[in-house]
């Protein structure tokens, strides 16, 4: 990390509005890993353009903007779509689908293939353009070695879960020691960029003692308390009926006091207005992934979200996706809903992919815009080798790359002020040898699968059955 100018920007993405936020012609000075400086090309280089050691990116033809936000993935799942192709018959919910694609998939893991996966899902994240991203997953140490090598801003959302039994833990108690060493060893390292956050599964797949001491522990190391919450109706309607004495799952949540400030909820995507206004009452915030969700039916309401004031950040939710596709899922899917609130301002998908995810994520200090004092997070987008976002000019800008942006490659990629991409290349990544090494391991999960299918051996084993109220 040294002193980095990025000058002549064809447009200069400072924050995600049309009104004010984009410069043409613009400048970003990066000292180490924070921006000092923004403003227009001429005045930023008359200060800063004669500093020793200064790397100059000269970026007439380029879009300069924040590095986007995911903030809900499971980096390390490729292997597991396989399974979808090989189902005879289709999948009836969130909870069958969790017993025939996911749990067997996750218990095939090993410490060596989360490290490989989660590497293979990186090149693709970064690839297009995300800068900071939230894991949600399970083997800790091999998803925070994977993210100390990359050097991109990772939470670290470490799994528990107590339906059934996994490689990396057996119980409850397991799980929970499990998630606290992992916040002693790694949390706020690398500088900074590793955070590590508390995640129980979801709310129906794990005890109410484990959720209830998850919150404990995210409280005595001030982290954050993660959880998935109202993806599927089939989930919804049985969690409310499992907690109707309480007036349903909602309520049932904030009365054992799991909806707080630190609290992001993976989807709420049939959350209905009445719990909606509880989730922005209590502060929790919401990570939006419209494309995963539309595979079950499902379009969380958005835009009564945003107009309750939940904070609200966008996740693609599996490894393969990219949130420029995931900004033309928010820029489609909520103008067409039959809801009585409809449709969005043209810039809020982009805003929610960098702000917004910023703020769900509780970093909303430090990255999500271009501003003096931030870390310096950075993308471009080369438009000498785009066709989708030309022509193009400043008040149409975030509209194109919420709608045009999907296949957009980043040409790129600074992360606290060190490049990880540059000029359409990786600079850390090996990007062929960590897709052959992926595809060794789905080569590997193939043959085991099907191995456990003529057997007829389990490939998990259950515990407990889900939306227990012990």
């Not at 043409?24 to 990066?30: D, F, L, M, P, R």
């Amino acid at each position: 990390m040294g002193k980095v100018l990025f000058r002549n920007c064809r447009f200069l993405i400072s924050r995600p509005t049309p009104f004010g936020g984009i410069l043409e012609n613009g400048a970003v000075y990066v000292e180490g890993p924070l921006i000092k400086a923004v403003g227009p090309s001429a005045e930023i280089e008359q200060q800063y353009g004669n500093e020793p050691g200064l790397e100059i990116v000269d970026a007439r033809d380029k879009i300069v903007m924040p590095g986007l936000v995911d903030c809900h993935n499971h980096v390390g799942e490729a292997h597991m779509f396989l399974i979808f192709g090989w189902l005879t018959s289709p999948l009836t919910g969130i909870v069958d689908t969790a017993i025939r694609v996911l749990w067997p998939a996750y218990n095939w893991l090993t410490d060596e293939s989360v490290y490989d996966l989660t590497l293979y899902g990186l090149v693709n994240l970064l690839k297009h353009g995300t800068t900071t991203y939230a894991n949600a997953f399970p083997f800790p140490d091999a998803v925070y070695r994977a993210a100390a090598y990359a050097k991109m801003r990772t939470v670290i959302h470490v799994q528990m879960i107590t339906s059934v039994n996994l490689p990396d833990a057996r119980n409850e108690q397991e799980y929970l020691a499990l998630a606290e060493r992992a916040i002693r060893d790694y949390h706020n390292t690398e500088d900074g960029l590793i955070q590590i956050g508390v995640h129980p599964s979801a709310t129906y797949n794990c005890t109410q003692n484990m959720l209830i001491k998850g919150m404990e522990l995210a409280e005595k190391y001030d982290v954050q308390y993660a959880t998935h919450v109202a993806e599927a109706p089939d989930e919804k309607e049985r969690a409310d009926a499992t907690w109707a004495d309480e007036g349903g799952m909602i309520q049932h949540l904030r009365n054992i006091g799991l909806m707080k400030p630190r609290t992001l909820f993976f989807h709420g995507a049939v959350l209905n207005e009445r719990e909606i206004d509880i989730v922005a009452e209590t502060g929790v915030a919401i990570a939006h992934c419209p494309p995963t969700n539309s595979i079950l039916g499902n379009c969380a309401y958005l835009p009564y979200m945003l107009q309750a004031g939940v904070k609200v950040g966008l996740g693609t939710d599996i490894p393969t996706h990219n949130l420029f596709n995931v900004m033309l899922s928010v820029s489609q899917q909520h103008n067409i809903m039959p809801r009585p609130l409809r449709g969005l301002l043209p810039w809020v998908p982009f805003e929610l992919a960098t702000v917004g995810s910023a703020r769900a994520l509780r970093l909303e200090d430090k990255i999500g815009t271009l501003e003096v004092g931030k870390r310096a997070d950075i993308v471009t987008i080369d438009l000498r080798r785009n066709t989708s976002l030309q022509p193009v000019n400043a008040g149409a800008l975030l509209t194109f790359l919420a709608l045009n942006g999907p296949g957009t490659e980043v040409a790129d990629a600074m992360v606290d002020g060190r490049f990880l991409r540059r000029d359409g290349q990786f600079t850390i990544f090996d990007e062929e040898r960590i897709i052959a090494r992926a595809m060794e391991w789905c080569d590997k999960f193939t043959a085991d699968w099907f191995r456990f299918q003529q057997t007829g051996e389990p490939m998990f084993q259950r515990v407990h059955e889900e939306y227990t109220r012990i």
